[in-house]
C-alpha cells in the first residue's frame, strides 16, 4: 500500500506501548512524515469525517495526505515506512505474517493497558537499534542484505 505524505497518526497517548511506540518513531522522523495526534486528550475532537472518539481509541488511525482513512497493521505499516524503518514494512508485506498480525493487534489494542511502561521500551529500543544497524549498513547509497 502506498501512501501520501505526511500522514497524520491517531492514537492513544495515555497507554504506555503507544506513546513509547509513536515518541520512538518520531525521534527517527528527519524529514517529518508522521503528525502525531492524541485522541485520548480530554479535549480531542475528531477531525470531520473521521470514526468518532470511542472508535479512535480502539486501534490506530491514519490519515493520509491524500485523504484515505487506513485503521490497524495497516496504519502501522504507513507510520513505519515514514521514518524509513524498512525492516518492519517488508516484514509486515509478507502475507502469513500480515494476517497473524491483522488477528493479533486487536487483541493487543484491547489489553494495552496491561503491557508494563519497561516492556513497551524494550520492544522500541529494541527497533531504534535495528533501524541504526540498517542505516549504517548502507553506504554511498548502497545497502547490503
Not at 504506555?16 to 511506540?21: F, R, Y
Not at 492524541?38 to 479535549?43: E, G, K, L, N, V
Not at 490519515?63 to 504507513?78: I, K, M, Q, S
Not at 520492544?123 to 554511498?140: G, M
Request: with cysteine.
Amino acid at each position: 500500500m502506498s501512501a501520501t505524505y505526511p500522514i497524520t497518526i491517531y492514537y492513544d497517548s495515555s497507554c504506555p506501548l503507544c506513546n513509547q511506540e509513536m515518541s520512538k518513531l518520531k525521534e527517527h522522523d528527519q524529514d517529518e512524515q508522521l503528525i502525531l495526534v492524541d485522541c485520548s486528550a480530554a479535549d480531542f475532537v475528531a477531525p470531520a469525517g473521521a470514526p468518532g472518539k470511542q472508535q479512535m481509541m480502539q486501534l490506530l488511525h491514519v490519515l493520509t495526505a491524500d485523504g484515505l482513512w487506513v485503521v490497524g497493521v495497516p496504519a502501522f505499516r504507513l507510520a513505519y515506512a515514514g521514518v524509513g524503518f524498512s525492516f518492519v514494512v517488508n516484514w509486515l508485506d509478507q502475507p502469513h505474517v500480515m494476517r497473524l498480525m491483522n488477528r493479533l493487534y486487536p487483541l493487543i489494542a484491547r489489553n494495552r493497558y496491561l503491557i508494563p511502561g519497561w516492556m513497551a521500551q524494550l520492544w522500541c529500543n529494541w527497533l531504534a537499534r535495528k533501524a541504526a544497524q540498517r542505516s549504517q549498513a548502507c553506504t554511498n547509497g548502497q545497502c547490503s542484505i
